[in-house]
């Protein structure tokens, strides 16, 4: 059975919206004009970046992200899930570790440990913005993630952690994450690709696993750089004698080519617009908030 | 022997690493080198074009058709990390490390791991003397920067006060991670994985312990080979690619790497810039004028990315043109590098 994918205005009513494609094809961007749409509805929108956090933070406008949360373009809360900070969080709030901060050596033993047990890392980041559902202190929260295939290793890991761990806390909250990220009324995953066949076989091999893996609900697909039509044909440009309009043309139109072939494979897909001579991320992600707006 | 020549190409991800990688390396076979290319995750076109299969990673090289004394091969992780362990640890260890259940989570998950394979594996095709020129493609993670800082990450966390702190001071004896001052930590590991784990992770710890001097000795020699590479790191004019590439230029150097040139792919034409469509009045030309403002915006913003990035940077620049289809055969690849603007030096003075 082929996975059931939402149009994409249900994905704002989810409580929890993952972002994910192959590199380079605009996953920040996408998730910041997500929050952007979101924030204008009026709902308390958290950014969760599950990366380094640089394309998330240059899109809302900002010079860095922290674990903390920090307001940007508006009413929107972004954070960066820093790998040792939610660690040290998990092991203070959930384990009731001893209040004084921990040493030095102590927290890096323990990031040790929990590198070497497969599963128990992911769990703990991956928690972190599941926790911040649960709290109740946003509608939203978005999750910027890392590529689709880095992205797996997330979702399958509170099923690593539950045959590797007998009982225990992790063992309990890996089962609780689990089921909130396969409920399709609480999750779902966005797909972005580009109209171009690298970013598309990605999101084909990723619809395909989460067919028969299905860690989560498939939200929506969202092609990102989708060119405008040009109503000219190779044969009106062949003979032009304005090279720069006719080599623009052409390459107008040989992307074009291959966008229509990808695009005819993921008729499911929400367009949005490639952004001509757009100078910064910040501008970017507006751009598209719009244009998403403009479509429903 | 003469040492090969090393050649990297690093940066964000989506900038097109791996066919730049690809297209070096044909490039440089064509001059008769013995050139070898090793990528990380070649996408199905890409290993195609070079004949990699890519199902069976075996880090055995193999020759690319139609392309000279080219070779190319695909990392595999697994199949590196079996050999790191066999060549540093006693047979009887090494034999425990890989049939550990936790050997394969080092391999995958560890951030330095991959990258340390890849260096790891670049020594030995360096050792071999059976090239005279190694392109390396590096590994996605973190940005590209983690395959520099894996050696000495490797050698920290293998011969480190935390996995002594860990595993107690003596080797041969087994268990005394309950013996050591770990105690108030102890508790909190053993909360979170449970007695049965803790005491596996740290036997495995302890195994791996036994790597050191090996690994340590073979850090040196990456770093080594690392700091006299030709490194070339890869961006587009989208601002992530672009932050990326920046982050190289102050971090390498801290690692005793220089590298010797930026790659710009995906340039447009300058020319496209100031132009002016047709300036007729039908709906052809209006169509042309309007696709060219278009692209001449675009242009703009692509020009003054590259115009930004040298004058932060100070380096060598090679622009790559966006190419209308993305190259897909050994001919597209020599070609891709041919069309390029002040790649050839590069490929020529690597070539010898």
Same mark, same amino acid.
């Given at each position: 059975?082929?996975?059931?994918?939402?149009?994409?205005?249900?994905?704002?009513?989810?409580?929890?919206?993952?972002?994910?494609?192959?590199?380079?094809?605009?996953?920040?961007?996408?998730?910041?004009?997500?929050?952007?749409?979101?924030?204008?509805?009026?709902?308390?929108?958290?950014?969760?970046?599950?990366?380094?956090?640089?394309?998330?933070?240059?899109?809302?406008?900002?010079?860095?992200?922290?674990?903390?949360?920090?307001?940007?373009?508006?009413?929107?809360?972004?954070?960066?899930?820093?790998?040792?900070?939610?660690?040290?969080?998990?092991?203070?709030?959930?384990?009731?570790?001893?209040?004084?901060?921990?040493?030095?050596?102590?927290?890096?033993?323990?990031?040790?440990?929990?590198?070497?047990?497969?599963?128990?890392?992911?769990?703990?980041?991956?928690?972190?913005?599941?926790?911040?559902?649960?709290?109740?202190?946003?509608?939203?929260?978005?999750?910027?993630?890392?590529?689709?295939?880095?992205?797996?290793?997330?979702?399958?890991?509170?099923?690593?952690?539950?045959?590797?761990?007998?009982?225990?806390?992790?063992?309990?909250?890996?089962?609780?994450?689990?089921?909130?990220?396969?409920?399709?009324?609480?999750?779902?995953?966005?797909?972005?690709?580009?109209?171009?066949?690298?970013?598309?076989?990605?999101?084909?091999?990723?619809?395909?696993?989460?067919?028969?893996?299905?860690?989560?609900?498939?939200?929506?697909?969202?092609?990102?750089?989708?060119?405008?039509?040009?109503?000219?044909?190779?044969?009106?440009?062949?003979?032009?004698?304005?090279?720069?309009?006719?080599?623009?043309?052409?390459?107008?139109?040989?992307?074009?080519?291959?966008?229509?072939?990808?695009?005819?494979?993921?008729?499911?897909?929400?367009?949005?617009?490639?952004?001509?001579?757009?100078?910064?991320?910040?501008?970017?992600?507006?751009?598209?908030?719009?244009?998403?707006?403009?479509?429903? | 022997?003469?040492?090969?020549?090393?050649?990297?190409?690093?940066?964000?991800g989506g900038v097109g690493k791996t066919t730049l990688s690809a297209g070096i390396g044909v490039s440089i076979a064509r001059s008769g080198a013995r050139t070898l290319v090793m990528t990380v995750d070649p996408a199905?076109?890409?290993?195609?074009?070079?004949?990699?299969?890519?199902?069976?990673?075996?880090?055995?090289?193999?020759?690319?058709?139609?392309?000279?004394?080219?070779?190319?091969?695909?990392?595999?992780?697994?199949?590196?990390?079996?050999?790191?362990?066999?060549?540093?640890?006693?047979?009887?260890?090494?034999?425990?490390?890989?049939?550990?259940?936790?050997?394969?989570?080092?391999?995958?998950?560890?951030?330095?791991?991959?990258?340390?394979?890849?260096?790891?594996?670049?020594?030995?095709?360096?050792?071999?003397?059976?090239?005279?020129?190694?392109?390396?493609?590096?590994?996605?993670?973190?940005?590209?920067?983690?395959?520099?800082?894996?050696? $000495?990450?490797?050698? =920290?966390?293998?011969?480190? !006060?935390?996995? #002594?702190?860990?595993?107690? /001071? &003596? @080797?041969?004896?087994?268990?005394?991670?309950?013996?050591?001052?770990?105690?108030?930590?102890?508790?909190?590991?053993?909360?979170?994985?449970?007695?049965?784990?803790?005491?596996?992770?740290?036997?495995?710890?302890?195994?791996?312990?036994?790597?050191?001097?090996?690994?340590?000795?073979?850090?040196?020699?990456?770093?080594?080979?690392?700091?006299?590479?030709?490194?070339?790191?890869?961006?587009?004019?989208?601002?992530?690619?672009?932050?990326?590439?920046?982050?190289?230029?102050?971090?390498?150097?801290?690692?005793?790497?220089?590298?010797?040139?930026?790659?710009?792919?995906?340039?447009?034409?300058?020319?496209?810039?100031?132009?002016?469509?047709?300036?007729?009045?039908?709906?052809?030309?209006?169509?042309?004028?309007?696709?060219?403002? $278009?692209?001449?915006? =675009?242009?703009?913003?692509? !020009?003054?990315? #590259?115009?930004?990035?040298? /004058? &932060? @940077?100070?380096?060598?620049?090679?622009?790559?043109?966006?190419?209308?289809?993305?190259?897909?055969?050994?001919?597209?690849?020599?070609?891709?590098?041919?069309?390029?603007?002040?790649?050839?030096?590069?490929?020529?003075?690597?070539?010898?």
């Amino acid at each position: 059975m082929a996975p059931a994918i939402a149009s994409l205005g249900m994905v704002l009513d989810r409580s929890l919206v993952i972002v994910s494609g192959k590199g380079g094809v605009g996953k920040s961007a996408v998730t910041v004009a997500l929050a952007l749409r979101a924030q204008r509805t009026g709902r308390r929108v958290l950014v969760a970046a599950l990366t380094n956090g640089i394309g998330a933070a240059a899109h809302l406008g900002a010079e860095r992200l922290a674990y903390e949360p920090a307001t940007f373009h508006g009413e929107i809360q972004a954070m960066l899930v820093d790998r040792a900070a939610a660690l040290d969080e998990y092991l203070r709030v959930q384990l009731r570790a001893p209040a004084a901060a921990p040493t030095r050596t102590l927290s890096k033993a323990m990031q040790v440990l929990v590198d070497t047990a497969p599963g128990i890392r992911e769990v703990i980041s991956m928690g972190k913005p599941i926790f911040d559902m649960w709290q109740g202190e946003y509608d939203l929260v978005i999750v910027d993630a890392p590529p689709i295939g880095q992205l797996m290793s997330y979702l399958r890991a509170p099923a690593v952690v539950a045959g590797l761990v007998p009982t225990g806390a992790v063992r309990n909250q890996a089962g609780r994450m689990a089921a909130a990220l396969e409920d399709p009324e609480q999750a779902a995953l966005l797909l972005v690709m580009t109209p171009e066949e690298l970013p598309a076989i990605e999101t084909r091999r990723a619809i395909d696993d989460l067919e028969v893996e299905p860690l989560v609900a498939i939200g929506g697909i969202v092609a990102n750089r989708v060119l405008p039509p040009l109503e000219l044909t190779a044969r009106d440009i062949a003979h032009l004698p304005n090279r720069p309009a006719a080599a623009a043309a052409a390459h107008h139109l040989a992307l074009l080519e291959t966008q229509t072939t990808v695009l005819a494979d993921f008729p499911e897909a929400t367009p949005l617009p490639y952004l001509f001579g757009v100078r910064t991320p910040a501008e970017v992600s507006v751009h598209l908030a719009d244009a998403w707006e403009d479509m429903v | 022997m003469r040492h090969p020549e090393i050649v990297i190409i690093t940066g964000a991800g989506g900038v097109g690493k791996t066919t730049l990688s690809a297209g070096i390396g044909v490039s440089i076979a064509r001059s008769g080198a013995r050139t070898l290319v090793m990528t990380v995750d070649p996408a199905r076109r890409l290993a195609d074009a070079l004949g990699i299969e890519i199902a069976h990673g075996t880090n055995r090289p193999a020759p690319v058709p139609g392309a000279g004394p080219l070779d190319a091969v695909m990392l595999d992780v697994t199949a590196s990390w079996e050999a790191i362990t066999a060549r540093h640890a006693e047979p009887e260890v090494a034999d425990r490390l890989v049939g550990n259940p936790y050997f394969r989570a080092v391999a995958d998950r560890f951030p330095a791991a991959q990258s340390y394979a890849a260096g790891e594996q670049v020594a030995e095709f360096a050792q071999s003397g059976d090239w005279d020129v190694i392109v390396v493609d590096t590994p996605p993670a973190a940005g590209g920067i983690d395959f520099f800082m894996a050696p $000495r990450r490797m050698r =920290e966390l293998v011969g480190g !006060r935390i996995l #002594r702190w860990l595993t107690g /001071a &003596r @080797l041969p004896g087994r268990r005394l991670i309950y013996r050591t001052t770990a105690r108030p930590m102890l508790r909190l590991a053993d909360a979170l994985l449970g007695s049965a784990l803790l005491e596996e992770i740290a036997d495995f710890l302890l195994d791996l312990r036994s790597l050191y001097d090996g690994l340590a000795a073979r850090a040196a020699a990456i770093d080594r080979l690392m700091g006299r590479a030709r490194v070339l790191v890869a961006t587009t004019d989208t601002p992530g690619a672009m932050h990326e590439a920046g982050r190289f230029f102050t971090t390498l150097p801290e690692l005793d790497v220089t590298p010797a040139a930026l790659i710009f792919n995906r340039t447009l034409p300058d020319a496209w810039i100031t132009a002016r469509g047709p300036r007729g009045t039908d709906s052809a030309d209006a169509e042309l004028r309007g696709n060219l403002a $278009r692209w001449g915006a =675009e242009a703009r913003r692509n !020009r003054d990315a #590259r115009l930004e990035i040298a /004058a &932060r @940077l100070q380096i060598p620049m090679v622009t790559v043109p966006w190419l209308r289809q993305p190259p897909n055969d050994v001919a597209g690849l020599a070609d891709m590098v041919a069309a390029a603007d002040g790649l050839s030096p590069i490929v020529v003075a690597v070539a010898g």
